[in-house]
């Protein structure tokens, strides 16, 4: 059977075999509940709040700022939800190019009257356009949300995080950023980032799926999403994830103590593939900022629209490489990327999204491009 060659690590990566055997032992013989008195329960609990401490030292946060969740999309729900019941926003900027965890939410939230929706103009690049942000900040007088991702799940652009967490002081504005896929693939410094909430997931960074963090910064006080028990200091009830937990807390000391030699590593990948598409295929384009302030594990093609390029997603799943259209986490019927409608791509186009990690290779990616010429 040939090789499977794996381009879509927006969306998922592998789990880490060093994370697998921190998790292990606690699938096994150290299965204690945290919340029970007995050693068994401490010794979970200890695991815990040993990956809490971990987390906090690596995002230079306090561990009682990171709260343990099942993932970016509740973390995001949660931070948006608390900013508009608990910190009185009652208006939202945010962008028509976020994740659909934080559009679906504000939308959910602007239609039950809970709170004013307002997007932010885009550049033609797609970034966000920050003088018209300091515009909409200043023009309004409600207390107001601000929530844009940090890096764009599908072109791969970056937000100044401080520039746009300044501007939220200026105005008195709750900054919240979606950092799932940052969080594992560039430092982040929580002390001196002047942000009120972020989210993470551990499938982004070779941890387990299941599990997530959302930072609360301490001079903030909301209230619980989750109802129940008294988990996580109150904030979220229901029996923690341990192993899931664990193996988070490990995947990001990983990602964390490798990232000079990975992020080199896979920044040459992401410029070797886009060099050999413009020598080998004709018309092609990328979307975004791809040579810019972009994350160096993506990179969104754009192939002229014919019959054979249509088909290229399909064709290159039945040759074993895997890569997406867009987003992963848009399942169902293929409705076209949110994102490319947004920053206005060519509709006569055909947009692939390759994402990298550490275990590809130049040569899977010769294998893919002399592929996609055959294809198209």
Avoid: W
């Avoid at 939230?109 to 920050?130: C, N, S, T, Y």
């Avoid at 023009?139 to 520039?163: D, S």
């Avoid at 979220?236 to 000391?253: C, H, P, Q, S």
């Avoid at 092609?284 to 900022?289: K, R, W």
């Amino acid at each position: 059977m040939q090789n499977r060659i794996y381009l879509d690590n927006a969306a998922t990566t592998a789990l880490n075999p060093e994370v697998l055997d921190v998790m292990l032992p606690f699938m096994k013989e150290k299965f204690g509940n945290p919340s029970s008195i007995y050693s068994y329960g401490r010794e979970s609990r200890l695991a815990i709040e040993s990956a809490r401490k971990s987390v906090a030292k690596i995002l230079n946060a306090r561990p009682a700022e990171i709260f343990f969740t099942s993932g970016g999309t509740e973390s995001a729900n949660a931070a948006i939800t608390a900013s508009v019941r608990d910190l009185g926003c009652k208006r939202i900027i945010s962008s028509a190019i976020e994740h659909h965890a934080v559009l679906h939410t504000v939308e959910y939230l602007h239609k039950r009257g809970e709170a004013q929706l307002e997007f932010v103009k885009l550049l033609p690049d797609g970034h966000i356009d920050l003088e018209n942000l300091d515009k909409l900040l200043a023009g309004g007088r409600e207390k107001t949300l601000v929530t844009l991702m940090h890096a764009n799940n599908e072109i791969g652009n970056l937000l100044n995080l401080q520039a746009v967490g300044e501007m939220c002081s200026r105005y008195d504005a709750v900054f919240y950023s979606d950092t799932v896929q940052t969080v594992g693939h560039y430092p982040i410094d929580l002390r001196n980032t002047p942000v009120h909430f972020i989210t993470a997931s551990a499938h982004k960074f070779h941890g387990p799926k299941g599990v997530g963090l959302l930072y609360i910064n301490e001079k903030i006080k909301t209230e619980p999403y989750i109802h129940g028990g008294g988990q996580e200091r109150n904030m979220r009830a229901g029996t923690e994830n341990l192993y899931g937990i664990v193996g988070l807390g490990k995947a990001l000391e990983l990602a964390t103590y490798n990232y000079e030699s990975e992020s080199r590593y896979i920044h040459s990948l992401k410029l070797y593939m886009a060099g050999l598409l413009k020598d080998q295929v004709n018309a092609v384009e990328f979307n975004g900022d791809y040579a810019g302030q972009s994350l160096y594990t993506v990179l969104n093609v754009s192939f002229p629209k014919t019959e054979k390029s249509e088909m290229l997603l399909f064709n290159l799943d039945i040759n074993h490489i895997c890569v997406s259209g867009g987003s992963a986490c848009s399942s169902g019927a293929d409705q076209g990327s949110h994102v490319l409608r947004a920053i206005k791509t060519d509709p006569d186009r055909v947009a692939v999204r390759f994402s990298f990690c550490r275990q590809n290779t130049k040569e899977e990616i010769d294998t893919v491009v002399k592929k996609i010429k055959e294809l198209i």
